[in-house]
Every structure is written in C-alpha cells, then in structure tokens.
Nanobody, 120 residues
C-alpha cells in the first residue's frame, strides 16, 4: 500500500484545514486508516483512526470534538477535517494504514507526511 497525504498548509489559530490521503495498492482492502502527527522536537503521536467500513472511529483526547476522520473506499481516500486548530498543533501529519482493529496503534504503512502550520 502506498499513501500520499495532502492538504497541509498555513492557517491561523481557530481556523480549519482538511487533510486528504490517497491510497493505492490492492492490499488496501480491509485496512483501518489513521493519522499521526509529529511536532518539531516532539515524539510522534496518534491523532485519529477509522475502521474499514467507516462505522467506527477513534480519536486522541486532545482532538475529540474538533477533528473528524472519514474515508471513501471507492476512491481509496481518507480525510481528516481539523477545526479550531491551535498553534501547538503545528506538525507534520502522517497518513497511515494497516490491518487489525482500531485499538492497535501499530501501522504497517506510512505516507510521506504533510506539514500543518498554525499561526497564533
């Protein structure tokens, strides 16, 4: 599976961005997808995940109520709608995919990342 993230950019605090992740490869079927982020000098952290059907989602506590993950399997796409962004959420955001349940934080496939910069 190859993953290509896009949609990052510069936004003011309180603003919104929508990230997109395009997946390719025939083994994509059945995989959960998710997003991680890594801020400068920080460890990588989990943001959100969605199961294959899209019926179940899982979020980090820090983004609950502000971020929404979704997917379109027909298009092999996943999305992360980010609202009310905060400066401390400036980071490179990575799209991920892998088999298994939402409770797992290990992912087999990682995209190249897209930079989100939130200005104060």
């Amino acid at each position: 599976v190859q993953l290509q993230a896009s949609g990052g950019g510069l936004v003011q605090a309180g603003g919104s961005l929508r990230l997109a992740c395009a997946a390719s490869g025939r083994t994509f079927n059945g995989y959960r997808m998710g997003w991680f982020r890594q801020a400068p000098g920080n460890e990588r952290e989990f943001v959100a995940a969605i199961n294959w059907s899209g019926g179940s989602t899982y979020y980090a506590d820090s983004v609950k109520g502000r971020f929404t993950i979704s997917r379109d399997n027909a298009k092999k796409m996943a999305y992360l709608q980010m609202n009310s962004l905060k400066p401390e959420e400036t980071a490179v955001y990575y799209c991920v995919a892998g088999p298994g349940g939402l409770g797992r934080l290990e992912y087999d496939y990682w995209g190249q990342g897209t930079l989100v910069t939130v200005s104060s």
